[in-house]
């Protein structure tokens, strides 16, 4: 084919460069071609609640939504987001001026990050990272600084002497994930006052990325951040209606903060999508309504799925790191004589017929995350007990 430019410059952006085709691209490419059961994307094989579906459905029939809705979000989700946000964390958001809808979370962190960072700016992030968070902060000009979560007595942990060494005169901003993917870690309010504090101390800003929020098992509790002394008026908390509702495909996402920095995220959002998911948004505020057993039968269901799934690979070999939060299991494959997770995953299809991500790729320092395996467990119980039975055999 005819090259498209006579300068011998790349075609992509140079920011973008180290960003391949990203692993969740290959790997259900993979699942498709050797009918191996997808635990790699963190997506539910069943759809979230009827009503809720249903509620879109008249929503689109009814004409609302189907033409641009507000730039910041229809009014109706806006106050069912400040709503409850006041009725789970006891946080007062004005629907009119500290709340924004995005087209799901990852145009929330990208807009946070596009509005907030500039060029020789340094933004401190957890690692191992969801995958969005290094290309937006590339696409800022942004420099990323890991602190990574580390093993310890079975969970991934943050070390505090660790952040606090990261940040420097440059540091911009933090950006926290809890509860975090991949590796299933809920911050504690201990960790996330100290965060608070460090952040108060050096005077900065703190996205956090709470899509979780509400998939958080035992004893484990979510705080978001912004509820800490401190923290109001420079956190932009982003939130997610995929993951609550089991309703990924509708990228339908949230900022909850300050009107200074809603305003600057805005300005941002308003040259990517400008406006996301009319009808959808609808069906949302009516989602966000449900009474608390919804949210309660939720977090059984998913306990149990993570109970079924960690007790199997348990039982294959497999040293599991048992998530707080989330839908993913972190595992240390080096109990089974191996510890590439790239070679593993890539095989494990052919072998016996599941797909799993290998963790370094969410990591920088790539031998860091070289053992671990994250397998998604936010499918239909059969198809988790019939990848156990795989994986076991
Ligand atoms: C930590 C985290 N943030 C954000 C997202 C993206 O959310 P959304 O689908 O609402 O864009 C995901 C999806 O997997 C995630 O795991």
Not at 115 to 136: F, R, T
Not at 335 to 352: I, N, T, V
């Amino acid at each position: 084919m005819a090259r498209m430019t006579s300068s011998a410059r790349p075609l992509l952006n140079r920011r973008l460069a180290e960003f391949g085709t990203t692993i969740f691209a290959e790997m259900s490419a993979l699942a498709v071609r050797t009918g191996a059961i997808n635990l790699g994307q963190g997506f539910p094989d069943t759809d979230g609640p009827e009503q809720v579906r249903e509620a879109a459905v008249r929503a689109l029939r009814d004409g609302r939504g189907n033409q641009y809705p507000p730039g910041p979000g229809v009014p109706e989700l806006r106050t069912a987001i400040a709503d409850h946000q006041r009725r789970r964390y006891g946080l007062e958001f004005d629907p009119d001026t500290e709340v924004l809808v995005t087209a799901g979370a990852t145009e929330a962190i990208a807009a946070s990050l596009l509005a907030l960072v500039e060029p020789g700016d340094e933004v401190v992030a957890l690692e191992p990272y969801y995958d969005s968070y290094a290309a937006s902060i590339a696409l800022a000009g942004g420099t990323r600084v890991p602190v990574t979560l580390r093993p310890h007595e079975g969970s991934f942990r943050l070390d505090l002497d660790e952040l606090r060494d990261a940040i420097t005169p440059r540091t911009r901003l933090l950006l926290i994930n809890t509860p975090h993917n991949p590796t299933g870690t809920v911050l504690t309010r201990a960790e996330l006052t100290a965060v608070a504090e460090l952040a108060v101390e050096r005077d900065l800003l703190v996205v956090t990325d709470e899509v979780y929020e509400h998939l958080t098992y035992d004893d484990a509790e979510h705080v978001p951040l912004a509820t800490l002394p401190g923290m109001r008026g420079r956190t932009v908390t982003i939130g997610s209606s995929g993951k609550t509702f089991s309703f990924t495909g509708w990228k339908v996402g949230w900022v909850t903060a300050a009107p200074e920095l809603v305003a600057a995220v805005r300005s941002a959002k308003q040259f990517l999508t400008y406006v996301s998911a009319g009808p959808f948004q609808y069906a949302v505020a009516e989602a966000l309504a449900l009474p608390d057993s919804y949210f309660e039968e939720f977090r059984a269901s998913m306990t149990a799925k993570r109970d079924l799934l960690a007790a199997g690979l348990t039982d294959a070999g497999f040293t599991v790191f048992r998530p707080q939060g989330t839908y993913f299991i972190t595992t240390d494959i080096r109990p089974l004589g191996f510890d590439d997770g790239f070679a593993f995953c890539r095989a494990l299809p052919e072998r016996c017929g599941v797909v799993a991500i290998p963790n370094a790729v969410f990591y920088d320092d790539r031998t860091a995350g070289a053992p671990f395996v994250r397998f998604a467990f936010c499918k239909r119980d059969e198809v988790l007990s019939d990848a156990v039975t795989r994986l076991k055999a």
